[in-house]
Structure formats: structure tokens, C-alpha cells
């Protein structure tokens, strides 16, 4: 996967700019702040709603109530990190994504002539889109947490998920043509998946965790930018006798 080796080292290049520090602060800080709020509110309740739902109470049939109520505490606190984790995917997305996009088309990327389109409607039906689905696999999931090892695997592999289908459109939307994104969907699937899944192990590292959704645009950009700049040979594009 040498793409994506190149994606993350460029990622962390890219690190050494301010301006790309204060993208990866801002959604952070307001996710961080929101749901911490939230969970001092409400952890309470969401314990003792999955405490009476299966598959806790099959374990409390058991006779192993001390296991359902770990376990109920443990999807308590990865439900809210999940949902600090959405909140900040979607303000980096709908706002930062943007910006990140801009300010690398026009430093690293100068030679990549945008040719798609530049809609933030359509990135944010997406973004919208990708959340919901992803709020259905987490909780369709949930009598699964009860199979040794899924309750750590399936968040990740649906986190890992959301990051793909959220930062790879919105990468590419306003560079590359209808058929440009097909090509490179279908040729590099398996690498944007494992990029998504590259930040999705990052997101479970404390605190880092909440810087992960902008990292992950700003790698998903890297890539995105790279693979258009591939299939086009390298080469310098030029529209309507303008060199781009």
C-alpha cells in the first residue's frame, strides 16, 4: 500500500504549517467541549437504557450482571467518544474540508486542474448521508458486543468506513470528473479503505482521538490529489488555452 504510505507521510508534513494546526484544533475543541457536557448529563441514563436491552439483559439472565453492567458502561462511554467522533467528522467535513482542499490545491497540488464540481450541497448530502448510516451499523451492531473481541473490532471497522465514504468524495469532488472518481473508486477501494482504517486506529488513541476527522481529510486530500495526478500522467492541464 504505497500509496497510502505516501498519503500519511505527506499528512505529516503537512503538520509543520500553522494554518493546518488551527483546522485540526477547531472541530476538535468544540466536539471535546460538546460532548463532555453531554456525557456528564446523560452517561447515566444511556447505561441504564442498555442495561435493559439485549444483549445486556440476556448476561443479567445469566447470572453475570457484573459483566453487563462493564460492558453497559463500555458502550456508554464508546457510544459518546462515537458521537464526539460524528460531531467533529461532520464540522470537518462541511467546514474544514474546504479550506484544507484549498489551501493544498494551491501549495502542493497547483498542477491538478480542478475539472469537478464544486458543490457543498452535494458534499453535504453525502457527509449527512454517511452519518446516518453509519449511526444504524453502530446500534444494528450492538447485540453482536456480546462475541468476545467485535465490541472493539466493528466501531473500528465502521469508523474506518465513515472516514472512506465521507473524505474521499469530498476530496476529489471539485477536481475530478464523474469518471475520474469511478476510476479511481474502483482501483484504489481496498487503499482508501485501509487509509479510513489507518484513522480509525489513530481515533482510539486518547486524546488525539478528536484531531483524527481533519487528519483524515488532510490525508484522504494527499491521496485523493496524488491518485487524480497519476491517472493524469503527471501532466499539466490546460482548459480554454489557460494553463492550470
Request: charged fraction near 10%; include cysteine.
Amino acid at each position: 500500500m504505497a500509496e497510502v504510505m505516501l498519503a500519511l507521510m505527506r499528512t505529516l508534513a503537512s503538520l509543520r504549517d500553522g494554518r493546518v494546526w488551527r483546522y485540526l484544533l477547531l472541530p476538535a475543541l468544540f466536539s471535546l467541549l460538546l460532548w463532555i457536557a453531554l456525557a456528564f448529563w446523560g452517561l447515566g441514563a444511556l447505561v441504564d437504557w442498555l442495561l435493559g436491552h439485549p444483549p445486556m439483559t440476556i448476561l443479567i439472565g445469566w447470572g453475570v450482571a457484573w459483566l453487563a453492567y462493564i460492558l453497559a458502561y463500555l458502550g456508554g462511554w464508546m457510544a459518546i467518544f462515537a458521537c464526539a467522533y460524528l460531531t467533529a467528522s461532520l464540522l470537518t467535513a462541511l467546514f474544514v474540508m474546504p479550506l484544507l482542499l484549498k489551501h493544498l490545491a494551491t501549495t502542493e497540488y497547483r498542477d491538478v486542474a480542478p475539472m469537478g464540481k464544486d458543490s457543498f450541497v452535494a458534499a453535504a448530502v453525502n457527509s449527512i448521508f454517511a452519518s446516518i448510516l453509519f449511526v444504524a451499523g453502530w446500534l444494528l451492531t450492538l447485540p453482536l458486543w456480546i462475541v468476545p473481541g467485535l465490541s472493539l473490532l466493528l466501531p473500528m471497522l465502521l469508523m474506518a468506513w465513515l472516514n472512506r465514504r465521507t473524505f474521499a468524495y469530498d476530496a476529489l469532488s471539485m477536481h475530478a470528473t464523474e469518471e475520474e472518481w469511478r476510476s479511481i473508486r474502483r482501483q484504489g477501494g481496498m487503499p482508501l479503505f485501509m487509509l479510513g482504517l489507518v484513522m480509525a486506529l489513530l481515533a482510539h488513541v486518547p486524546v488525539l482521538g478528536l484531531l483524527v476527522p481533519t487528519l483524515a481529510a488532510l490525508a484522504f486530500v494527499h491521496f485523493g490529489l496524488e491518485s487524480l495526478r497519476r491517472s493524469r500522467g503527471g501532466a499539466v492541464v490546460t482548459i480554454a488555452g489557460e494553463r492550470l
